[in-house]
């Protein structure tokens, strides 16, 4: 998918739009549009929850998807020349509440890096993606993986595995994060079918001594990998 991530990155400099969170989520990102591409069809709705900049709007746009987004709306009215321009049904929304589309709109969901921010139980929300996705859709879930191997060996170093104590909330702490028993427990609460469940190592710049460590020992203990990615079905 390199071609589409290099056009992606080209479409945001033209647009204007801040490219460093899009080059520090890259190898994600990467990950996330073969998945994309691997799941398309023509004429399929593609939602992107938590849209922020646009990033997987435009490569699901690329891939030919009819694109539709939600975030707060501070992004969502930072965003509307770029969703105008590419006919992106981008939506204002707070995830406490029902998500602004019709029972049954979607093909494909994608929920990537955002489960982890949420200050509020998540099962509620977990009803919505199911009442939204049409049946047979699938739903792309990313998030961090609680038990992955670093965490294990921080708790065990007699260190906090959540947000820095000396730092202020803000909306990109991570307020929780999950195991794949307790997403699995979400969407069998709401619904939903979970049709595939892996661990995997986003690469991400900049990765310390001990973290390249535990990435190389769990390419032998998958389950302790650094982030989930699970596919779910209605």
Not at 21 to 28: A, D, V
Request: charged residues 25%; glycine residues 6%.
């Amino acid at each position: 998918m390199k071609n589409n991530l290099d056009e992606i990155f080209q479409l945001i400099k033209l647009e204007g739009v801040d490219p460093a969170y899009f080059n520090f989520h890259r190898g994600r990102y990467d990950f996330i549009l073969q998945k994309l591409s691997e799941n398309y069809v023509a004429g399929k709705k593609f939602l992107d929850i938590g849209s922020f900049q646009g990033y997987m709007m435009l490569g699901a746009k690329q891939i030919s998807y009819d694109v539709a987004g939600v975030d707060l709306a501070k992004y969502v009215t930072a965003l509307n020349p770029l969703s105008v321009k590419y006919g992106f049904d981008n939506r204002a929304g707070d995830l406490r509440d029902a998500l602004p589309f019709d029972d049954d709109s979607f093909d494909l969901i994608l929920f990537s890096e955002v489960l982890e921010h949420f200050d509020f139980h998540p099962l509620a929300f977990f009803k919505e993606l199911r009442r939204i996705l049409k049946p047979g859709g699938k739903i792309i879930i990313t998030t961090p993986n609680l038990c992955r191997l670093n965490n294990i060996l921080s708790l065990l170093a007699g260190k906090s595995i959540n947000w820095d104590i000396k730092e202020d909330y803000h909306e990109n702490v991570h307020r929780r994060e999950f195991t794949q028993v307790e997403i699995a427990w979400l969407l069998r609460e709401s619904g939903l079918q979970m049709i595939a469940n892996e661990t995997v190592n986003f690469a991400y710049p900049d990765l310390g001594v001990l973290v390249k460590i535990t990435d190389f020992i769990t390419r032998f203990w998958s389950s302790k990998r650094r982030d989930l990615v699970i596919i779910a079905t209605k």
